[in-house]
């Protein structure tokens, strides 16, 4: 019986140290690190706000007709991206939704909390359309944000 679960453990063990590294720091500049610092930040500052069922829907955040109740962070820019956004479920919803706004457009990404798209749309502030995007290709935009969230806290801590 001892052998029997000695063999077991090392087994686990052997599994466990074989599993591949998360994909977590490899692929996303959405690190480990960075989310904790944005959740603590929208904990601590975020103002709730519901994100619109047209919006909210066509990613899967919300059903039919529903908004989404989030907490969120919300920054301005001065570059083609006028404003930045990241939005946390107030229920058990683990996924996260960022936002970027240019003059004329919305560009919301839903997003598993290791980086990956899950899903995106571009919403057309002129015409009110909106386009769903195939989340691979919407990845790099979408890695783009997190890298603008993550000098937005590099610059936040940065010695003055």
């Given at each position: 019986m001892s052998n029997r679960l000695a063999s077991l453990a090392f087994l686990a063990i052997l599994i466990f140290v074989s599993l591949p590294a998360p994909l977590f720091a490899q692929s996303s500049p959405l690190?480990?690190?960075l989310l904790s610092k944005i959740l603590s930040t929208i904990a601590t500052f975020g103002v709730n706000r519901d994100i619109p069922a047209p919006l909210a829907n066509p990613l899967g955040l919300s059903a039919s007709g529903q908004n989404w109740p989030t907490r969120q962070i919300v920054t301005k820019d001065s570059g083609p991206v006028l404003l930045h956004s990241f939005a946390v479920d107030l229920g058990?919803?683990?996924?996260?939704?960022?936002?970027?706004?240019?003059?004329?457009?919305?560009?919301?990404f839903r997003a598993r909390r290791d980086g990956k798209a899950v899903a995106a749309i571009i919403f057309?502030?002129?015409t009110h359309k909106i386009?769903?995007?195939?989340?691979?290709?919407?990845?790099?935009?979408?890695?783009?944000?997190?890298?603008?969230?993550?000098?937005?806290?590099?610059?936040?801590?940065?010695?003055?």
């Open positions: 690190t480990p690190d058990n919803q683990q996924d996260v939704a960022i936002t970027a706004r240019t003059s004329d457009s919305i560009h919301v057309d502030l002129t386009t769903v995007r195939n989340p691979v290709e919407a990845q790099k935009e979408l890695d783009a944000e997190f890298a603008y969230w993550a000098d937005e806290f590099a610059r936040a801590n940065a010695p003055k």
